[in-house]
């Protein structure tokens, strides 16, 4: 039987964002409640066979943004659930340095919105890095406005460059995806985050894509949300 998210079976809202499927660190993988076959069959079919998965809801990839061995996860994945805590003990357990921010849900209750809460992050703040590993770190200006205190202190502990996304940017330009080697991809139109991203990783390195109006509407999730990255 499918566990159901709202009217929608799981299945479909995994089809729609796959970045909630599942999500690789190194040789672990995890896996969402319910999405565990279908784990095994993407990543079969992309030559990779995992030899174990965790189910946990570590797999779903809008909780989490990072690169190399720094995850900053939404804090709502500390809410008191044995496979929660097993999985970032496991992450710790193999090199990773975990943060924590305060998650869309939090923001949403902050400014009043009637729109659908969600635990997620990843539309509200993102990292990446250049070559040498030099942190940057974005956070849209209004969940800024709210959190600007969690968010400068995380950027002053892991020594990153901030920028603050305008709001005529929307959300949808912290749905970028951090690729290896110091590159980015991030959604077309986000002019003032593209031009921080080129200032830090050269103009070669910043790829732009054009999006859909499903994609562009971050209600609906966006171009990171509608993607996953296996290396």
């Keep these: 039987m499918l566990r159901i998210e709202g ?30 076959k279908t784990t095994i069959e993407v990543l079969s079919k992309l030559g990779r066979s995992p030899i174990k998965i965790e189910t946990s809801e ?35 357990q193999h090199g990773y340095t975990i943060r924590f921010m305060p998650p869309s849900v939090e923001y949403y209750r902050a400014i009043d919105r009637t729109r659908g809460p969600s635990e997620h992050i990843d539309l509200s703040f993102n990292l990446a890095a250049t070559k040498e590993g030099n942190l940057l770190a974005c956070a849209y200006s209004e969940y800024y406005k709210y959190f600007h205190e969690q968010v400068d202190k995380l950027v002053k502990e892991i020594d990153a460059k901030l920028h603050v996304i305008p709001e005529d940017e929307g959300m949808i330009a912290a749905n970028l995806i ?14 003032s985050t593209q031009a921080f991203f080129e200032r830090h990783l050269g103009s070669s390195n910043v790829f732009t894509i054009k999006v859909d109006a499903l994609v562009s509407n971050w209600q609906e999730g966006g171009f990171r949300c509608m993607s996953n990255l296996v290396q």
């Design 7 to 36: 009217n929608r079976p799981i299945d479909e809202c995994m089809i729609s964002w796959p970045r909630d499927g599942f999500q690789i660190y190194g040789d672990l993988v995890f896996s969402s409640i319910g999405f565990e």
């Design 58 to 92: 570590l797999g779903i990839g809008g909780m989490v943004v990072g690169t190399g061995k720094l995850l900053v996860f939404s804090e709502s994945i500390k809410k008191a659930d044995a496979s929660r805590r097993k999985g970032l003990g496991i992450l710790r």
């Design 178 to 191: 951090g690729l290896p080697d110091g590159k980015v991809v991030l959604p077309e139109g986000c002019h």
